[in-house]
Structure formats: structure tokens, C-alpha cells
Nanobody, 116 residues
Framework: QVQLAESGGGLVQAGGSLRLSCVAS????????MGWYRQAPGKQRELVAA???????DYADSVKGRFTISRDNAKNTVNLQMNSLKPEDTAVYYC??????????WGQGTPVTVSS
């Protein structure tokens, strides 16, 4: 199994920035893609950004140009730099890892609140 531990959430004013980090442990050798999802109250969980082992990235349209995902394979970490935050970015953010063996792992979630 892959275990994921997130950090970096919190409260920020609109226009501010936050950086989320996620450290993977366990069967890390099999990890292919890593990413961040978010779930706002009353809404479905949605993809925010993902990055492959070869650093190919994918972003939700709503965060393009504001968020940047990065990955350090040597340190088994994935980060999400969030700039120009908006109240609609308020959600619980979850780290995700998908392995070559078909495993899909989730972190416990870290809350992000953007005040207007």
C-alpha cells in the first residue's frame, strides 16, 4: 500500500497564496501519477491537478494559470502552489497517488479556506 500525508492547508484572504505538500511512503516504487483533488461542501470531489512520473501535468480549467503542481521523485513528494486564491477555491484538498498495480490511494485531506 501507499500512504499519503498532506500538509499546508489553512485560512487565507482572497488573492493570497498557499502551498500544499504531500509525502508518500510504503510501496512508492509503483507510483505512476500523483495529484490533488478537492471537495467543497455539497459538491463532488474533483481533480485540481495531476502530474505523471515524467512530469506531464494536467490542470482543471478553473485553476490554470494560478496553481502549479510539482513533484520530487527522489523525496516522494508532490506539491501544489496555489496563487491568486479565490473564495471558490475553498474546499478540502486531497492528495492522490495511482500505482502501476492499480492501487488508488488517498490522503486524509487538508482544508483550505479562502475568505473574501
Amino acid at each position: 500500500q501507499v500512504q499519503l500525508a498532506e500538509s499546508g492547508g489553512g485560512l487565507v484572504q482572497a488573492g493570497g497564496s498557499l502551498r500544499l505538500s504531500c509525502v508518500a511512503s510504503g510501496r512508492i516504487f509503483f507510483i505512476n501519477s500523483m495529484g490533488w483533488y478537492r471537495q467543497a461542501p455539497g459538491k463532488q470531489r474533483e481533480l485540481v491537478a495531476a502530474i505523471s512520473r515524467t512530469a506531464q501535468t494536467d490542470y482543471a480549467d478553473s485553476v490554470k494559470g494560478r496553481f502549479t503542481i510539482s513533484r520530487d521523485n527522489a523525496k516522494n513528494t508532490v506539491n501544489l502552489q496555489m496563487n491568486s486564491l479565490k473564495p471558490e477555491d475553498t474546499a478540502v484538498y486531497y492528495c492522490n497517488a495511482r500505482t502501476s498495480t492499480g492501487e488508488n490511494s488517498w490522503g486524509q485531506g487538508t482544508p483550505v479556506t479562502v475568505s473574501s
